[in-house]
């Protein structure tokens, strides 16, 4: 449907290190951020993305995160239906994150 929709925890480092910075957004529930989250990342819960997306600057790569990646991917499509073509979702999540970056990163 769209290319190019998913992205690497290794892919987002290498952004970090070498360009702009992706604005990272967490779409998990307000627990699961206060338990870990990806740092400089913003907040915007799945349930409230329809209502917060005019906060997003459709110019920016936005990288979008959750557990395991299944609520992040619903939000990079229905971010891209919307014209934010730049919309990606963090493949494998947070758990992935963990494993691939942060390994000392709590987990649940």
């Known amino acids: 449907m769209f290319p190019d929709l998913e992205v690497t925890p290794a892919e987002v480092v290498a952004r970090k290190e070498s360009g702009p910075l992706p604005l990272l957004v967490d779409v998990r529930e307000d627990w699961e951020w206060e338990y870990n989250r990806i740092p400089d990342a913003i907040h915007i819960p799945l349930s409230e993305i ?22 992040s991917l619903q939000a ?21 994150w963990a494993d691939d970056v942060e390994p000392e990163m709590p987990r649940y």
């Open 50 to 71: 329809e209502f917060r997306h005019a906060e997003l600057d459709k110019g920016v790569e936005i990288i979008l995160y959750c557990h395991h990646g299944m609520r």
């Open 76 to 96: 990079a499509i229905w971010l891209r239906q919307e014209g934010y073509e730049k919309a990606r979702s963090l493949a494998g999540g947070i758990d992935r």
